[in-house]
Each structure stands twice: as structure tokens, then as C-alpha cells.
């Protein structure tokens, strides 16, 4: 089996294009495929807002989990791993590498490491979301408080997502919530793994670039037009940065002044989305890390994919 290569870091360290690069040079001598392993690229019609690349951009290679959910579709970690484990193991059969790449660090990790979830059940999840609407947060997380102390103090009374997990968990467990955590499990097959990574004031120039560019390039009205698509009422898809603070911004009005601190509050979020990549990435000492700004990004890949001094 030819070894997965994952390129993996922060938001805007140019991790697609660096894929691209690389599966497009593999291909040439082996066969290579792109798996996503970013949690918002899985939904179909979000596009601008996560960056995702266009089909017309993607050079003939042949590209997995991306539009594979609609905006009403809860993403779930554990269907992540199941779908995106056995497209690798049928890219791998095919004798082409796969090339895993994404900065979602629970999907990453649980591809990775083969992680073990708890049970759970579409029927029950959607009885506790039909819950949540009806009755708000607050009232769901003090179910849950009275049901699983331990897990109510660990989960923000804001979270609505996490709430509803957590009682999910608990009933079809009947155990305590953290009781039935991800168990880690042994790395998957001796995958390579590039970080990308740069100068923190480089990162948040690039950050600034990236948000204006989502905002010039239609990311109102692509949220406008998921809208009719049930967008609010997707569990996940919703909270995506980006599309969160749009849809804010279209509440209160959609005025000129409220879509430009949904701008700001865009790059802000990120920004904070970027430390938090950072501080999560950096703990796996497995990671090969490049600058991001370097020349020779796709020799360097291949010379660690090939372990090669």
C-alpha cells in the first residue's frame, strides 16, 4: 500500500493548493487522490465561504468528501472517519496515494488515529435537536445537568450542539458522558504528515486577504441562497465561520454597516480558530513542518513522503 500523505495547519497556509500540488506530481508516477478532511467542505453549496476549490480548478484529480451533505445534515466526526477511512483504503487499493488534506483538527485526528466513538442514533439525535428548537439551550442544558452534572459543567449552557451530543450519549449509554469519550487508537497506515505554517503577523495578513476576498467574491448572497436551502436550521453548517455572521448580519437587517461587522467579526473568529489549530497541531510530534512562505514546498513534501534526509 502506498503510505497517505496529510497535509494538515492552520486556516490560510495554502494547504489545498499544496495538496494539488503534490497529488498532481504523484500522479505522474503513481496515482494520487485528495481526500478532504475539512469539517465545513463536506457541505454542498458552501463554496466561497470555506474556500473550497472549484471543480474546473482541480486539474483532473479526483477529489473525495467535498458536497457530500446538505446544509440541514449534522456533521459528525465519527461519519467523517467511516466515509474518508474507506475512500483511503480505495484509493490505496487502486495503487495511488491518497492525499489527505484539511485544518479540522477532530477530523484529522480521528482519521488518523482510528479513534473509537460512542454509539449513536440519527432517531435520538433528531428527537433532542427537534428539543433544542422547541425549548432553547438553556432549558436543554439543564436536562442535561440533571441527568449528567459532570457534563453540563464541561459544556458552555451556550452550546447547543455539544448539549445535544451529550444527552444522546447518555441515553443510549446510560453511562456518563465522558465516560463514552473518543478512545485514541493506534496510527493508520504509517501516514506522513506535512504541517503548514508561517509568521504569526504573515498568517493574520493572510487572514485579512482571504476575508475581504470571500466578501467581494459573494459570500452574502451564497448565504442568502442557502437560505432557501433550510440553512438555519443546520445544526452545524450554520455555526461555520463566515456564514454565522452573515446570517446574523441578515436578521438584524442585512444593513450596510451590520454586513461590515460581520466582515470583521469573520477575520476575528478565524483568527481565533487559527491559535486554536495551531496549539493542537503542534502538540503531534509526528508532523513535518514547513513555512508556508518557502520555495520548494512540493520537493520538501515528497522528500518527507518519501523519508528522504
Known amino acids: 500500500m502506498n503510505r497517505p500523505l496529510a497535509i494538515i495547519g492552520p486556516t490560510g497556509t495554502g494547504k489545498s493548493q499544496l495538496a494539488l500540488d503534490v497529488a498532481e506530481r504523484l500522479g505522474a508516477e503513481v496515482g494520487a487522490e485528495v481526500v478532504n478532511a475539512d469539517a465545513m467542505q463536506l457541505y454542498r453549496g458552501m463554496d466561497i465561504g470555506t474556500a473550497k476549490l472549484p471543480v474546473e480548478e482541480r486539474r483532473g484529480i479526483p477529489h473525495h468528501q467535498l458536497d457530500v451533505l446538505h446544509v ?17 483504503e480505495a484509493i490505496a487499493a487502486r495503487g495511488a496515494v ?56 464541561a459544556i458552555l449552557p451556550t452550546d447547543g450542539r455539544r448539549t445535544v451530543r451529550a444527552l444522546e450519549v447518555v441515553e443510549l449509554t446510560g453511562q456518563p458522558f465522558a ?20 509568521d504569526t503577523t504573515l498568517l493574520d495578513e493572510r487572514l ?34 463566515g456564514y454565522a455572521q ?23 473568529g478565524t483568527r481565533r480558530y ?27 513534501a515528497l522528500r518527507a513522503w518519501r523519508q528522504v534526509p
Open 246 to 268: 452573515v446570517l446574523a448580519a441578515l436578521d438584524a437587517g442585512g444593513s450596510e454597516d451590520g454586513l461590515r461587522d460581520a466582515r470583521e467579526q469573520t477575520f476575528v
Open 274 to 300: 487559527v491559535r486554536r489549530q495551531r496549539s493542537w497541531f503542534r502538540r503531534d510530534h509526528r508532523v513535518h513542518w514547513l513555512d508556508a512562505n518557502a520555495t520548494g514546498l512540493v520537493d520538501a
Open 72 to 88: 440541514t445534515e449534522t456533521a459528525t466526526v465519527a461519519r467523517y472517519q467511516a466515509a474518508a477511512a474507506a475512500d483511503i
Open 208 to 241: 485579512a486577504r482571504r476575508t475581504d476576498a470571500m466578501f467581494e467574491q459573494g459570500l452574502v448572497d451564497e448565504v442568502r441562497g442557502l437560505l432557501g436551502d433550510g440553512l438555519r436550521d443546520g445544526v452545524t453548517a450554520s455555526r461555520a465561520l
Open 98 to 153: 491518497p492525499v489527505i488534506v484539511g485544518g479540522s483538527m477532530l477530523y484529522v485526528q480521528s482519521l488518523l488515529d482510528d479513534w473509537s466513538f460512542p454509539a449513536t442514533d440519527p432517531a435520538v439525535r433528531a428527537r433532542w435537536e427537534r428539543r433544542l428548537a422547541e425549548v432553547g439551550v438553556g432549558e436543554l442544558h439543564a436536562e442535561l445537568a440533571r441527568r449528567d452534572p459532570v457534563a453540563a459543567a
Open 179 to 198: 465516560a463514552s469519550a473518543p478512545h485514541i487508537g493506534a496510527p493508520r497506515w504509517d501516514t506522513i504528515i506535512i504541517g503548514l505554517d508561517c
